[in-house]
């Protein structure tokens, strides 16, 4: 069965202090592997999509990479507009099912 | 304009009750799901539709009923309402089956059953 395991499950970071997050999983043959973002009393907006080990993709602050095991999405001099809980998600490939199975999350909050 | 708009928002109600959450995209996508999130925060999908057609059906208790009426609109019917019924559901929507990268998702009904 697909796993996705996020660490840590709560981060707090001072406004312009860089970290990551890491989203570790086991998958039979990875379609893609997915960020999203939930804001509070919100559906998750997505992020980046990753298909291979090694690629990269950017977006602002963030920046999402991948290795045969695990994802970072590191956040590069955060603002407080950046706390939200960030989602990983993997895609099987193969067969018919495509669904995506998503981790717990990592809720980051950025202080001023 | 909302892309994926369900409703309602909040919804409480009493064990053994059947309700049921709407769900509409104006996004022109082909495939629809909906998502349950529960209090542990995990995102679990329960169905999914493709032009109407059901493609996906999780271990879900039968009391839910999904019904697409078309491929903009995917509605959750819930019989006989359970506390363990309560949770945040989610629908989603993207342009074809398997994509799984940019689903849109709703805003959320948060479901209590007391």
């Known amino acids: 069965e697909d796993q996705v395991t996020q660490s840590p499950e709560a981060l707090r970071l001072q406004e312009g202090e860089s970290s990551s997050l890491n989203c570790s999983y086991t998958?039979?043959?990875?379609?893609?592997l997915f960020w999203y973002r939930q804001d509070p009393g919100k559906g998750p907006e997505f992020l980046f999509t990753?298909?291979?080990a090694g690629e990269e993709k950017e977006k602002e602050r963030l920046k999402a990479t991948l290795t045969k095991k695990e994802s970072f999405l590191h956040i590069t001099a955060p603002k407080p507009e950046d706390s939200a809980t960030y989602l990983c998600?993997?895609?099987?490939?193969?067969?018919?099912?495509?669904?995506?199975?998503f981790g717990k999350g990592t809720l980051l909050t950025v202080n001023p | 304009d909302t892309a994926v708009s369900q409703t309602p928002k909040y919804l409480v109600t009493q064990m053994g009750n059947d309700k049921s959450i709407k769900c509409e995209q104006n996004?022109?996508?082909?495939?629809m799901y909906w998502y349950k999130q529960d209090s542990k925060k995990f995102l679990k999908i329960m169905f999914s539709?493709?032009?109407?057609?059901?493609?996906i059906n999780e271990t879900v208790p039968n009391r839910f009923s999904p019904k697409s009426p078309d491929k903009a609109h995917l509605n959750l019917h819930i019989n006989s309402l359970e506390l363990g019924d309560s949770a945040v559901y989610f629908c989603?929507?993207?342009?074809?089956?398997?994509?799984?990268?940019?689903?849109?998702f709703g805003s959320g009904t948060q479901l209590s059953v007391l």
């Open positions: 989603a929507s993207s342009p074809w089956t398997g994509s799984g990268e940019k689903l849109f």
């Open positions: 998958v039979s043959g990875l379609r893609g």
């Open positions: 539709y493709n032009n109407k057609e059901l493609i």
């Open positions: 996004l022109g996508h082909d495939t």
């Open positions: 990753l298909y291979s």
């Open positions: 998600a993997v895609q099987a490939g193969g067969g018919s099912n495509y669904k995506l199975t």
